[in-house]
């Protein structure tokens, strides 16, 4: 391996892993507050202008997919539902070629209402994100009672065949841990893939913490007081979550093991935030600025050189357990999760 990024080609970096799934951020802004993501208050929202436009995030992820080798393009915030233009950009990444898989992660809110129309333009899929079925603790864990809105729109992105339709779940210690066999019945029942993501450093407020963090090991031991669990045949690849087959299967839960089971030599994935700063990683405490680029005139094949070089400098690991750790000045919501 050179010790300089390459000049043409796929986003690799110097571990040698190559980024083929690009997660770009459509929005920082957000209607739900969940407490482990944002503050009640919100937070300083990125302005108009420095936003990218539609038409600059299609042109980037022309040049993700055209120059460098991205296949998998995922829409996420914030909340991307409530960009306006949305349908718009699923439309012109559907029409780039090669074409991209499409997929959106979301909370869920409107998306009855969207989901065919979205189908329509491209999207092929949906992660929903949902932790609890209560009303009350969904009320008081994402500060806005809109449970029946996330149901709503679960039931609308099957319908409309965005699927396999996932759930992303967070547990968290004493508000939903007793949640777990539950929010897999529902998935079940409804033909949902559920997957639990392990509670990150990520939020705004700077109040995670490890000790009281509910881990894989834990997820795992309390769905087993209830269903079968047996390793998942399928290769895991790149693929974040580890798979179960559920009492013996078709059906799987997944488990996103973020912090405890760390899949950093796995990881495939580029990200654009709503702003136009390319980051190699969740955790990187560094971006590079492809919207000064792009607005000074630079062509794709300086963007494409940028973006190489911004991949090349990837960490091998978040480095959460390391003492010298610093949480990144970004919060997920203003990365994409
Ligand atoms: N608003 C959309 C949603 O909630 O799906 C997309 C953005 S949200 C930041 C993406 C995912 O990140 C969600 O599944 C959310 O639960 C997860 N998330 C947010 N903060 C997190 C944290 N501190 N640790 C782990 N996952 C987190
Ligand atoms: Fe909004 Fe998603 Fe963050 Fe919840 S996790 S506050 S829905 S961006």
Redesign the pocket.
């Known amino acids: 391996m050179t010790a300089a990024p390459p000049t043409e080609g796929v986003l690799v970096d110097r571990y040698g892993r190559v980024a083929r799934d690009l997660r770009v951020s459509l929005t920082d802004k957000?209607n739900?507050r969940?407490t482990?993501?944002m503050p009640a208050e919100g937070l300083p929202w990125l302005a108009g202008p420095q936003l990218l436009s539609d038409d600059e995030i299609v042109r980037l992820v022309r040049v993700a997919v055209g120059l460098l080798g991205v296949t998998e393009v995922r829409f996420?915030?914030?909340?991307?539902l409530i960009r306006p233009g949305l349908v718009g950009i699923v439309a012109a990444v559907a029409a780039l070629e090669p074409r991209p898989r499409i997929s959106l992660?979301?909370?869920g809110i409107g998306l009855d209402r969207l989901a065919a129309t979205l189908r329509a333009a491209g999207l092929d899929r949906v992660?929903?994100?949902l932790?609890t079925l209560d009303r009350d603790r969904f009320a008081r864990l994402t500060r806005r009672d809109r449970l029946d809105d996330v149901l709503a729109g679960l039931a609308g992105a099957a319908r409309a065949g965005l699927t396999p339709v996932k759930i992303?779940?967070?547990l968290m210690r004493g508000v939903n841990d007793d949640e777990a066999p539950a929010l897999l019945r529902f998935a079940l029942d409804h033909g949902y893939e559920l997957r639990f993501?392990?509670?990150?450093?990520?939020?705004a407020q700077h109040g995670?913490d490890r000790t009281t963090m509910v881990t894989a090991d834990e997820i795992l031991a309390t769905l087993r007081q209830a269903y079968a669990l047996a390793p998942d045949p399928v290769v895991r690849g790149a693929a974040p979550a580890e798979t179960w087959l559920v009492d013996g299967g078709p059906a799987r839960v997944g488990v996103i093991g973020?912090v405890t089971r760390p899949f950093c030599g796995d990881c495939d994935r580029t990200r654009l935030t709503a702003d136009g700063q390319v980051r190699n990683c969740l955790f990187a405490t560094e971006e590079s600025d492809l919207r000064a680029a792009l607005r000074g005139g630079a062509d794709d094949a300086e963007l494409a050189r940028r973006w190489r070089a911004a991949m090349w400098g990837k960490r091998a690991g978040h480095g959460i357990d390391d003492p010298t750790f610093l949480q990144p000045d970004r919060p997920?919501?203003a990365?994409?999760?």
């Open positions: 957000c739900l969940c482990y993501c996420t915030g914030g909340e991307p992660t979301t909370n992660n929903v994100s932790d992303n779940s967070v993501i392990e509670q990150m450093p990520l939020d995670w973020s997920m919501s990365i994409g999760g």
